[in-house]
């Protein structure tokens, strides 16, 4: 099992819809949970990044985090066709490095 | 502020050929990282370095891939010799501290076909 499960989708939703989009993940000791946009052919940027449970918003989006379920979901509300991109969860746990481990992303296309 | 710079965009080689990746992090970043996404993955850390110094090598394959950060600035990444598998964009990142408070931003990465 990996430490950071995301489905691959794609995922294809009309524009104004609101996406969800979610990972699971096995290691208990994560405690920092992020979410990275990649548009094809670039490198991934930070969108959300969030330490407690709990929900997270800025701007259109929305990040929510249940440690008990050791589940993480990004909301997307009024869907963009320039939020197409693969999105890409991110965690990490205490301790020096603070590396992240990024589940496998999932290509959103929102089409007008 | 300029971002994180790598070249080359794109790279072709026969396997069993060797190459060599290079990466500027942003100025005053001290914790620079390699990346390898394979297609369809998520990025998978390769090593993290702290100024000069190696942080995280654990799931660099040291038989073929070394890399270093001479005078704790630009990085090189090389790959000898190189296997099909290898395939990938290797991203670059950098981040100013090493701790979760700092945002770590990533290079548009260097995108390896060995063929």
């Known amino acids: 099992q990996k430490e950071v499960e995301q489905d691959p989708g794609p995922l294809s939703v009309p524009e104004g819809a609101i996406v969800s989009l979610n990972c699971t993940y096995s290691n208990s000791a994560f405690q920092y949970f992020m979410w990275y946009r990649q548009y094809s052919r670039k490198g991934p940027e930070l969108l959300m990044y969030?330490?407690?449970?709990g929900n997270k918003e800025d701007g259109r989006f929305t990040a929510q985090v249940d440690k008990s379920s050791k589940y993480i979901s990004l909301f997307i509300r009024d869907s963009q066709p320039s939020d197409s991109a693969t999105y890409l969860c991110?965690?990490?746990?205490?301790?020096?490095?603070?590396?992240?481990?990024f589940g496998r992303g999932t290509s959103l296309i929102v089409h007008p | 502020e300029a971002g994180v710079a790598q070249s080359p965009r794109y790279k072709i080689i026969e396997k069993r050929q060797s190459v060599a990746f290079w990466c500027n992090p942003i100025?005053?970043?001290?914790?620079l990282y390699w990346y390898q996404q394979i297609l369809g993955q998520g990025p998978k850390l390769l090593i993290q370095?702290?100024?000069?110094?190696?942080?995280?090598d654990s799931q660099l394959p040291k038989d073929r891939f070394s890399a270093e950060r001479l005078k704790g600035v630009d990085s090189t990444l090389k790959i000898q010799p190189a296997k099909l598998e290898d395939s990938a964009v290797y991203l670059c990142?950098?981040?100013?501290?090493?701790?979760?408070?700092?945002?770590?931003?990533f290079g548009q990465g260097t995108r390896l076909t060995v063929v």
């Open positions: 991110a965690m990490s746990g205490p301790g020096g490095s603070y590396i992240p481990t």
């Open positions: 990142a950098s981040r100013l501290g090493q701790f979760m408070n700092t945002e770590a931003f």
């Open positions: 100025s005053g970043h001290a914790t």
């Open positions: 370095f702290q100024n000069n110094g190696v942080v995280d």
């Open positions: 969030t330490y407690s449970s």
